[in-house]
């Protein structure tokens, strides 16, 4: 009999007490619903993200351009996804035409945009979609600059699961890379981003 | 290769050692307290946690009872994704996959996510074995592995060793497995990250194959989540070209909109953070991003003989979180080597006499008493596994396993049956034991209260008095009471 075969049957022993005309739906599951997102989800979703010690910019789309050039400052080798939108991107950034990882590794920084932004958590979701890049381009620099707009910020984890669509890769982000391995002692920066600058735009 | 390491002795002689070592004892009590505090912190901010916690459990139910449909499912969903399902009946079999896979690709080494599974099924030293490298990368995995140690806790499984121990291992081992740590490396946290991630990075940035576990996998559209802190997660998932994860049966959620719950529950649970730094989710292959090849390991291993179990079968909902490691007395002063188990613990001491079979094994038999059962585990735990009730359950498994045996207990049992069966036997023993408490009742002990208490007894009885206070007998017991006064009626009603 194969494993697949086997491990079946065993689970079908198992679970004999299960009556034959029960269905999962039978068994009843009552969850919280989504909370509706609110105009001050924005100033929540900000203060949440600063928390991880990451740093938040507020800006309007007018003064974005000043931001982003102090966000980047200090980052001589820029990574942008090849598809990110040319207002956002700097004249001299490298565009990530699918960079070896040795190549990624030697760039300091990539600047992209996000899915959505979670207020409760303060998490910025990417799917990976146009202007976030691959996964590993904002993985391997040691900074990430990643512009939100104020109306991709939903309340909470439900409102986010159900915007999402699974079948893309998704990366959710909350602060930048950390550790607690040592003594529980929380350390910002082990092999993500050290830098994570949030530019909340709108 | 099993759930459980080679040679540590039946859990209260193990305790014993851990006990005396006061680094450890301190280290243990530092690391708890910060954690417990943090989740309660959190947990506190969200309105209707409760209903969080039986949503989890509900959910997990629904899962577990339609294991085969959803299973069945899953399978589904990863072919038509582009990733390629393997099914593991046992550790070996899901270890003989794995090597196979490495190499196919030629490989010598793989880098690794932290995963329960894996080290469950001793999945490090078959590849080894095999010749090839099997690189921890998580920074807690990575400190014992260099120190060549064993975890003892599920989230931080270095917790038992300070910054200090962590230095010593780091400016001795990373040097002989690769990037070498700086020389004037101090014991501050950071400084310790940024050893790791300079040794690490070549590592990442140079494999083939990364072996990850799953938190979670969606049966309806076959995505598997990835929760994680520091970045090597991303890294194994992201880089090589090849991905195998080995994912436990019971790591099945149905929906995708399911996910939601446990996101919730797991990273406020387990570090005490409203959310954990990166969730990775990937559903099979993604051309131009990731891994072009994607396996995924369906392991067994144990876990139909829990869901065979009507009352054990909760703890297959057990999300890894570690909450009740952290709030359980037993575990804060023993630590997690004295449950002989990668799964320490309240829920280890469940989990892995279920996993294995219990009557077979005195270390395994040793797990379900190591408890007070006071409950504090039931209080925490997101999806509400009732483990006091498991470990009852269980220690009921073991008698039964032992009846009939010639042991102590056993024979002082039979003898307390006989005694007390018959009206003339059992007033015989209340005037020995009457005559025995007056003699003794000058006794200096005493058990809060003012009760006079002896202290160790000889002989077999030794190992029960050990570490309990033994009351000296009434003397005079309540039928001799009763027939002296005739219940307090006559003469004086008072005890003798």
Partial sequence: ?202 | MSATFLGTPAFPTAARAALADTQLRRNLAHATGTIRAKRAAVVGEVDEWERLRLAGAALKDRTLRHLDTYLVQLEESLTRAGATVHWARDAAEANRIVVDIARVHGTDEVVKVKSMATAEIGLNEALEAAGIHAWETDLAELIVQLGEDLPSHILVPAIHRNRSEVREIFLREMGRHGKAAPRDLTDTPAELAAAARAHLREKFLRAKVAVSGANFAVAETGTLAVVESEGNGRMCLTLPEVLVSVVGIEKLVPTWADLDVFLQLLPRSSTGERMNPYTSMWTGVTPGDGPQEVHVVLLDNGRTDVLADEVGRQALRCIRCSACLNVCPVYERTGGHSYGSVYPGPIGAILTPMLRGVGHDTQLDSLPYASSLCGACFEVCPVRIDIPEVLVHLRTKVVDAHRGEPKVQNLAMKAASWALSDARRTAAAEKVSGAVGRVLRGTKRRAPGGRGVLGALPGPAAAWSDARDVPVPAPESFRAWWARTDGGRRGNGGAK
């Fill in chain 1, 1 to 202: 009999m194969s494993a697949r075969d086997e491990i079946l049957g065993r689970v079908r022993t198992a679970l004999r007490d299960v009556p034959g005309t029960e269905t999962p739906a039978d068994v009843a599951v009552d969850r919280p619903e989504p909370r509706p997102t609110t105009h001050e989800d924005v100033e929540l979703f900000a203060e949440r993200v600063a928390d991880y010690k990451a740093t938040v910019v507020r800006c309007t789309p007018e003064d974005l351009p000043t931001h982003l050039a102090a966000a980047l400052e200090g980052v001589p080798r820029l990574l942008a996804p090849a598809d990110l939108p040319e207002d956002l991107r700097p004249a001299d950034a490298i565009l990530d035409e699918q960079l070896t990882t040795a190549e990624l590794d030697t760039v300091d920084g990539v600047l992209t945009t996000a899915a959505l932004g979670i207020a409760e958590t303060g998490t910025i979701v990417l799917d990976h979609g146009p202007g976030q890049g691959r996964r590993a381009a904002t993985l391997v620099p040691d900074r990430h600059v990643c512009v939100v707009r104020t109306d991709q910020v939903v309340a909470d984890v439900a409102a986010a699961v159900a915007r999402l669509e699974p079948t893309r890769p998704l990366t959710w982000i909350s602060g930048p890379s950390a550790t607690s391995d040592i003594e529980l002692d929380r350390v910002e920066g082990v092999h993500g981003p050290r830098t994570l600058i949030v530019l909340l735009v709108g």
